[in-house]
């Protein structure tokens, strides 16, 4: 079928918008008729060409929208059901079998290969050629994708798909970091560095999770004042003070929990300073350098038994934590609308900019 496609046809180029052609759905996938898409930070990642992807590519990886067409074996979707498209799984390995499958063993080849294991996509120029459209499998930044029965989670009929489709990547890690990877308890103490989608939707989880205190660390004010209206009990700005010290100021003992979404080696240096007894460093902030290294002091990481916790996806299991979500923005605890401006497909490059540059916290493509 003939679909509209953002196509990237090699690292650091501009999305060229071309008519594409999108097979139909095999067993246990979903044709999903895409109405909106989120940018998200791996997009730039991977459009940078630093994972070595396979061009011409299709990125894309927050895609909401209908189902146009199911393959065989795909029930829990119609055609014409509101659908949220996240990442993909394989449902068969350990981690999925035990409902963690961000950690799915198969997670690099089927949101990152961006191709099939037989080298296969499902999108083709007119000519004939490969386009690579696998990109956690779906490659939303398209007017139609291909997604998997793991990866495409069914809304309501009343759901808004613009201003949901963030919850399948940014706002789910950053209330799942929250609430299922540092099980954050009511009463406790949460530092959030960085306020872009990932660490205001962590200030949302916080509140969520009714920690007492919720302190965003953020050097641009207009976030720091959107982190403070959307929860946040306080804001630090890291360029005007050593944010560790200022944390202790607000928190003596320290703090239960720092969520790191800067992937500032530096920053996440800091965290030890903040933590308290029994502490736990969540990180989710790739740095730049994909080989970073962090340097933990041991002594002091023994004996106030901190954990330092790697995550994806907020530890999310889709199927049924993004209906969560979606249950929690209907009840108005959930505003992602505060932070999400709109750009038409056609300003996708714009759109990028603004998210590289951070003029926008979430942008958010509607595809018609
Ligand atoms: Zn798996
Ligand atoms: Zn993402």
Redesign the pocket.
């Known amino acids: 079928m003939e679909a509209l496609a953002a196509v990237l046809d090699a690292p650091q180029e501009r999305f060229r918008l071309r008519s594409v052609d999108i097979a139909r759905p095999g067993p246990g996938q979903v044709l999903v008729r895409v109405k909106a898409a989120g940018i ?4 730039l990642i991977f459009a940078s060409g630093a994972m070595g992807s396979p061009f011409p590519l299709i990125l894309g ?2 895609g909401a929208g209908l189902v146009e067409a199911v393959g065989p074996g795909v029930a829990h979707v119609a055609p014409g059901d509101k659908v949220l498209l996240t990442f993909d799984s394989c449902g068969g390995c350990p981690t999925c079998r035990s409902a963690s499958p961000a950690y799915c063993h198969s997670f690099m080849a089927l949101n990152f290969a961006c191709i099939d294991a037989e080298g296969g996509s499902p999108a083709q120029d007119p000519g004939g050629g490969r386009v690579a459209a696998r990109f956690f499998g779906q490659s939303s930044f398209a007017s139609l994708c291909i997604g998997s029965a793991r990866n495409v989670v069914k809304l309501p009929a009343d759901a808004d798909l613009g201003v949901l489709a963030p919850l399948g ?2 706002v789910q ?1 950053g209330v799942g970091g929250v609430l299922r990877s540092l099980g954050a308890r009511a009463g406790s103490t949460l530092v959030v560095m960085g306020g872009g989608a990932v660490g205001l939707s962590a200030i949302l989880g916080g509140g969520i999770a009714e920690c007492a205190s919720i302190i965003l660390i953020e050097p641009r004010p207009e976030r720091r004042a959107l982190g403070l209206e959307l929860g946040a009990t306080h804001a630090i700005d890291p360029a005007a003070e050593d944010a560790a010290v200022a944390v202790r100021a607000i928190l003596p003992a320290g703090a239960d929990y720092v969520f790191d979404t800067s992937g500032n080696v530096a920053a996440l240096e800091s965290a030890f300073a903040m933590l308290g007894p029994r502490g736990t460093l969540g990180m989710v902030g790739v740095p730049s350098a994909l080989d970073a290294t962090l340097r933990l002091p041991i002594v002091p990481a023994i004996s106030a038994g901190f954990t330092v916790k790697g995550i994806i996806e907020g530890d999310s299991d889709p199927q049924s934590f993004l209906p969560e979500l979606v249950a929690l923005h209907a009840a108005g605890r959930l505003p992602v609308e505060r932070f999400v401006r709109f750009y038409p497909f056609s300003e996708i490059n714009e759109a990028i900019a603004d998210a590289h540059a951070g003029h926008c916290v979430k942008a958010v493509l509607r595809i018609d």
């Not at 998200?40 to 997009?43: E, F, G, I, P």
């Open positions: 998200c930070h791996t997009d990886h927050e990547c940014g890690t």
